[in-house]
């Protein structure tokens, strides 16, 4: 295939003169290093609170700093915090923050911005929520010191304050004070890379530049912890929904990073010298479908266990992700297969596809032709295909499927619509998500069940998997949470929260002269030189 991409043609005028204005005088010599990344898709609502996807994650990690970070054994490290002490009791924790912190506008990051952030992530996340539930008060100190204080010890304090369902990125009070549910429309942040909103050309490229007052921690870079340092002047998001552009892109040098090459097109990247291929997520991510609770005919169980009758896992793979098994496997695990505490207990019955039998659980619960509308992305390969075979096989038992074939950012928009199906909701809604983060209880909002509406879309309600997940996350020991890992599994499969289609190992394809990037779930671009 001829590539159409012209790379001057994605460059705006601003940016030519940005990079002529950092050139020092008689120093013709003396260009900026611009990395060039295509993520996975284009970013829609560029609010870590209010958007869960890995595209606003990634932006999230360059603008903004956390408190703490997750090191590449999971352990929580301080990262804004300089110190902190806890009670003997185990009940108050005292932080202090790092001196000289700075937002991309000159402020500092004082102590009511981070409260206010902690508040506004809370209110969402559900590790924030657990917070919440054990009476979190978060009192200042003075200037650069605060106090978090529980009505009884929670071990994984300092763990979900790194990472919940959602890290928690600082944000200036002006923003974290807004509505939690409103997205925000200015990214100011603290980070190592500053956000040029001047230069955004929505679905088509974001501009990234280097911090000069960013501090790094003096630590190595161990995945989101320690030191973030800087390597580049300037990263460009060059936004290439078509895959095969995307990857003639790559092998010409006129990208530098793709995150999502397909996984049947490896062959064609390893033969060019210049390209390396990387996995940085370890334990990968696992694929699902999750039906709406609110409305017919999955408000009923029969018809979420006809889902999971429909559904084999091969199938899934190969569509979405290629005919190499080496880069996938089956896996019921609602937890993710190889994290601690995970199982596949209770998925027995529908390892095998039974269409028969779905169809007649969907006529049981009361399905009698009504439209189902199965959401499906455009530009997010992976989960498109997912989403393709789903409405394959919904129609093979007899289920008159409509399919809303848009972006992502639409599906998104879309699914956190609680409006019935037939007026601007869904009925199903198809991604994946990271092993990292769906191995823990806490942070698994796919399993999250809340009855008072503030769960994941979908909004399954479900007080028993709530007792579980909490007993799940007071546990210490391994072994004990093993074992209510394994009752939250049959839990799962009872109750179907979301059906599973397959866990993945995604890599990166990169230009040979990229150094630097850390393992981690997501791509994040620190300490990454060219």
């Known amino acids: 295939m001829t590539h159409p991409l012209c790379w001057s043609a994605l460059q705006s005028a601003p940016a030519l003169l940005l990079a002529a204005s950092l050139l020092a005088p008689g120093t013709a010599s003396a260009q ?22 890995s595209v606003t994650h990634q932006h999230s990690w360059l603008i903004y700093d956390n408190l703490f970070g997750l090191d590449g054994t999971g352990s929580p490290q301080p990262q804004m915090v300089e110190s902190f002490k806890l009670s003997p009791d185990g009940r108050d924790y005292s932080l202090t923050l790092r001196p000289g912190l700075k937002f991309h506008d000159g402020t500092p990051v ?20 657990r917070l919440v539930g054990l009476g979190m008060e978060l009192k200042p100190a003075d200037e650069r010191s605060f106090t978090l204080t529980l009505k009884e010890p929670w071990g994984s304090t300092t763990t979900v304050l790194a990472q919940g369902a959602t890290a928690l990125f600082i944000m200036r009070e002006k923003e974290a004070t807004s509505d939690p549910s409103t997205p925000v429309t200015e990214y100011v942040g603290s980070g190592p890379f500053r956000f040029v909103k001047d230069e955004w050309q929505p679905g088509s490229k974001l501009v990234y530049q280097k911090f000069a007052d960013y501090v790094p921690r003096a630590e190595p870079a161990n995945s989101v912890a320690g ?4 390597k580049v002047d300037r990263i460009e998001w060059v936004i290439l929904p ?8 790559l092998n ?5 990073i793709y995150e999502t090459p397909p996984l049947d097109l490896l062959p064609v990247l390893k033969r060019n010298k210049d390209i390396q291929i990387k996995v940085i997520n ?26 999971q009758l429909i559904v084999n896992q091969e199938d899934y ?12 496997r089956v896996c019921w695990a609602v937890m993710v297969c190889g994290t601690p505490t995970a199982s596949e207990a209770g998925s027995e019955p529908y390892r095998k596809p039974d269409l028969a039998k779905a169809k007649a659980l969907m006529a049981e619960a009361g399905y009698k032709g009504e439209k189902i509308v199965v959401l499906q992305p455009v530009d997010q390969q992976i989960i498109r295909d997912m989403a393709q075979v789903t409405i394959q096989r919904l129609t093979d038992i007899g289920v008159n499927v409509e399919a809303v074939a848009v972006d992502w950012a639409s599906v998104l928009q879309r699914g956190n619509k609680k409006d019935p199906p037939g007026q601007g909701g869904w009925h199903i809604f198809s991604s994946w998500s990271v092993g990292q983060i769906m191995g823990s209880a806490i942070n698994n909002v796919q399993i999250d069940s809340p009855c008072d509406g503030s769960g994941y879309r979908g909004w399954s309600c479900d007080p028993e998997m709530q007792r579980l997940l909490g007993e799940w996350a007071k546990e210490g020991d391994l072994a004990k949470r093993k074992a209510i890992g ?4 049959i839990q799962a499969m009872t109750f179907v929260q979301y059906v599973p289609v397959g866990q993945f190992f995604q890599p990166l394809a990169m230009r040979a002269n990229i150094k630097g990037m850390q393992e981690n779930m997501i791509p994040v671009f620190w300490n990454v030189e060219k």
Do not use: C
Not at 486 to 489: P, R, W
């Open 32 to 53: 900026p290093k611009v990395l060039k990344y295509t993520p996975q898709a284009n970013v829609g609502t560029m609010d870590p609170v209010n958007n869960l996807s």
């Open 110 to 129: 004082r102590v009511a911005d981070v409260i206010a952030s902690i508040k506004r992530w809370a209110a969402k996340d559900p590790g924030g929520r």
């Open 227 to 230: 030191g973030k340092v800087a």
């Open 242 to 249: 078509d895959a095969t552009t995307a990857v003639a892109a």
């Open 252 to 256: 010409q040098g006129e990208i530098d």
């Open 282 to 307: 370890r334990q990968g991510a696992l694929g699902y479908f999750r039906p709406n609770f609110l409305f017919p005919p999955f408000n009923d169980v029969r018809a979420r266990h006809a889902l």
């Open 317 to 328: 793979m190969r569509a979405a992700v290629g005919s190499d098994p080496d880069n996938w």
């Open 486 to 489: 394994e009752k939250i599994q």
